[in-house]
Structure formats: C-alpha cells, structure tokens
C-alpha cells in the first residue's frame, strides 16, 4: 500500500454534545461496545496505514489514555482470571503507532491537517474524520486508496444528498470517467442550495497528496471564519487530479446526538447479544 500514514483531526470542541463534552473527547462516547474513535483507527489499520496521527486538543487526554497501557486494570484482570479481557485491553494499547499532535487553537480543518504537516509532508496520507462512522467489508478509506494507487492524484469520499442537508457539507462536483468515480473540477464548503454544484456531499474520507499542506499555509479564513480544508482542495486541483469515489457502504453520522443514537440503536439491533433488549424497550416490554 502507498499510503501508511493516517491523520485524525480530533480537536474540536464538541459542542453538540455539551455538558457530556465538558471535559469527556466527543471520540470517546461509546458505539455500542468501543469508542467512536476505534472505528476509525481500525479502518485505517485494515486500510494498510501503520502511523496514527492524532490532532488533538486540551480536553482529549481520554483519547490517549484509551489507547495507552492500564496496568493496574490489566493486573488485577489478570488475577482474576479475566483473561479474554485482560488481553483484549493489551490489544488496544497495541493497535498502532500513535502520535499525538496539538492543535492549539480551533481554527478549523484546514487548519487541523495543517498541524500535521511535519509528520506527513513527504507522502501521500489518508484523513478520517471519525464522527463518520463507515461500516463495511472493505474498508472506505481502503477504497480511496485503490483508487489512488490506480488513477494518481488525491481522492474524497463522496455521497449523494438530498437537497435539503446540501449547507451541511463540502459539496463537490466533476466528470464521471467511471461508474461512481468522478474527476473532480469544483468544490464547495456548506453552499446555500443554489449555489452548490452538485448534489454529492464529501464525506469524512480523504487521501490527500502533501502538495495541500503549502495551499493550507496561505489558505485564507472561509466558511465560518475558519481555515476549510475543501478551499485549499479546490486550488489543489489546479496542478494534480483530485478524484471524488462514491463509496460502497454504510455511513453513521455520529457527530450528532440524534445520528450518534441511531447509529447506536441501529449497531445494537444487529448484535446477537443486545438485539433483544432494544426491541423489548421498544416495544414496551418490561
């Protein structure tokens, strides 16, 4: 694979989920049995990246600690003979490679890829925003890579939308040279409904070449006063492809309290263990 390294902008302050967020990483709030966050790390892995890069903030110490070594929980596991467990949170703490990097204001996410320039600047590097929880056999990112180490270039994810959440997203337009890959010509950050060029909404998944990294040094504020990352893309296709992949998939938008509890509801449904109990609370079963 061309691609090994992968950054996770993680910094954002969490607001939509405030008071929880106060002082608990949005990454943290639990999927059915893991954080948010080991979704997106075990994609990655699975995508053939071997180096984490977080961009973390003030509040995001959980991240850390979740993915570090707990001895005293692993010892006293270990004496009680709870040894499924003991080596599955040995497990986490072996994942990955992961290097933690701090964005010292909340200037954006631009400006969040941009922390992570020293680290990435020499190669092609995926990004995973992990409130976009991607379920399938073959990892989403992994499919952006294909496509790169096929066509050149760097790659989004892209998804049809309806018209209605169009201001939600970085929307992109371009040519289809092949069924749901599209050489992208135009992009734009949360468009009024009249001004977007498409209908397809880019989607927390990127591979992306170090060429962006002097685009997002000059880039100016845009969006909500902040450093998008979807600007300097839009330049970035200027001097090399940027392709747009329709992924094959299922996406939870956990960045919400309403996607982030039907996405737990929904996982929870399809788990042998759990499915009883969400039906019976449903149906209003005691």
Known sequence: MT??????????????????????????LPLVNRPIISYGVEEALASGCEDIVMITGRTKRSIENYFDRSFELEDILRKRGKLELYYKMIHISEMAEILYIRQREPLGLGHAVLCGETVCKDDYFGVILPDDVFIDDVPVLSQLISVHE????????????K????????????????????????MVEKPKIQDAPSEYAIMGRYVLSPKIFPLLHTQQAGAGGEIQLTDAIRELMKTE?????????????????????????????EDDELRDVVLEIVNGNK
């Open 241 to 269: 492809p940027v392709w747009g992949v329709v992924y094959k998939g299922r996406r939870f938008d956990c960045g919400t309290q309403k996607g982030w509890l039907r996405a737990n509801i929904q996982l929870a449904l």
């Open 163 to 186: 018209p209605k959440d169009i201001s939600r997203y970085g929307i992109a337009a371009g040519d289809e040279t092949e069924p749901g890959i599209f050489r992208l010509t135009d």
């Open 3 to 28: 691609v090994k390294k992968c950054l996770f902008p993680v910094a954002g302050l969490g607001t939509r989920f405030l008071p929880v967020t106060k002082e608990i990483a949005k990454e943290m």
């Open 150 to 161: 096929r066509l050149g270039g760097s790659v989004v994810a892209l998804e049809h939308v």
